[in-house]
């Protein structure tokens, strides 16, 4: 079993910052991609960063120059440094990662979430 628990949403006035945390636990043989996910409502869920064990990094275009994603693939950890928020950012945001088991099954598994507001 794995789980991920998320970290460090909140609320924010815009322009502000806040970094997001995310830890995967469980029987883990190994990681190979963690991301970000983030979700409004009325909205499909959108990929938000998301980094591979080999440190390839990826951004959605409207975060991109702001949001920062980085990992410690060691201990199954990954975060995301916010910058300049706007009120569009104002979502649930979702960790994700890619791993496979210590049965070798891969598969992908997701955190419960965290809310950022951004809002004057």
């Known amino acids: 079993q794995v789980q991920l628990v998320e970290s460090g949403g909140g609320s924010v006035q815009p322009g502000g910052s806040l970094t997001l945390s995310c830890a995967a636990s469980g029987s883990i043989f190994s990681t190979y991609t963690m991301g970000w996910y983030r979700q409004a409502p009325g909205k499909q869920r959108e990929v938000v960063a998301a980094?591979?064990?080999?440190?390839?990094?990826n951004y959605a275009d409207s975060v991109r120059g702001r949001f920062t994603i980085s990992g410690d693939f060691a201990k199954n950890t990954v975060y995301l440094q916010m910058n300049s928020l706007k009120p569009e950012d104002t979502a649930v945001y979702y960790c994700k990662a890619d791993v496979s088991t210590s049965r070798r099954i891969r598969g992908d598994y997701w955190g419960q979430g965290t809310q950022v507001t951004v809002s004057s």
């Open positions: 980094i591979s064990s080999g440190g390839t990094k």
